[in-house]
């Protein structure tokens, strides 16, 4: 897949899940859901070559945002240099980044960032929440929980509309990602 390709795919997909889009510059997005921000960062070079990692922080702008996502050929290998590089400015620098770094594989763009916005939502659901209604019993405690966030789209993994939940207990803190659409069972 071509660069520019992933991008308009990637807006798409992003929009379809109740993102809104800003360019940040030629290789970055940043994607806003509620008060997750999110840096979306398609690197034009498959290597990362840092001789400041605190300039690298402060160009790419990690201290404001919840988590990178690294839209790349080798996502794996970038993720865990990216990942290296926020150790690395907490050892030398004492700099703390609270920040999540996903991987999505390029060559399988819509189902990678599907997933890795599951996990995103599931996360960060406090940030995202759009709704507060009672569910099940949680799995390891019985407590009530709560659906913190709701939401219809086309999925990729699944290949049909879905609704997602965002369950969560607020006593153990367990959090369930929860995928009901019309042909599937259970959820
Ligand atoms: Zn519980």
Not at 122 to 134: C, G, L
Not at 141 to 155: D, E, F, L, N, P
Request: charged share 25%; hydrophobic share 40%.
């Amino acid at each position: 897949m071509e660069r520019e390709d992933a991008v308009e795919d990637l807006s798409r997909i992003m929009t379809e899940r109740g993102f809104t889009l800003s360019r940040l510059n030629d290789e970055s997005f940043i994607a806003r859901l509620g008060s997750l921000n999110l840096l979306i960062w398609l690197p034009s070079e498959d290597y990362l070559l840092i001789s400041d990692p605190l300039e690298f922080v402060d160009k790419m702008g990690l201290s404001k945002v919840d988590g990178i996502v690294v839209v790349s050929y080798r996502a794996f290998y970038m993720a865990d240099e990216v990942s290296k590089l926020v150790d690395m400015v907490r050892v030398w620098n004492g700099m703390h980044l609270n920040i999540k770094v996903y991987a999505v594989d390029i060559y399988r763009l819509e189902e990678r960032l599907e997933e890795t916005i599951n996990l995103a939502l599931t996360t960060f659901s406090s940030k995202v929440s759009n709704i507060n209604e009672p569910d099940g019993p949680c799995p390891k405690c019985g407590a009530q929980m709560i659906v913190k966030y709701r939401h219809k789209h086309k999925s990729y993994i699944y290949g049909e509309s879905v609704t997602e939940d965002v369950i969560v207990c607020d006593r153990c803190l367990i959090k369930i990602h929860r995928i009901k659409g019309s042909g599937l069972v259970g959820g």
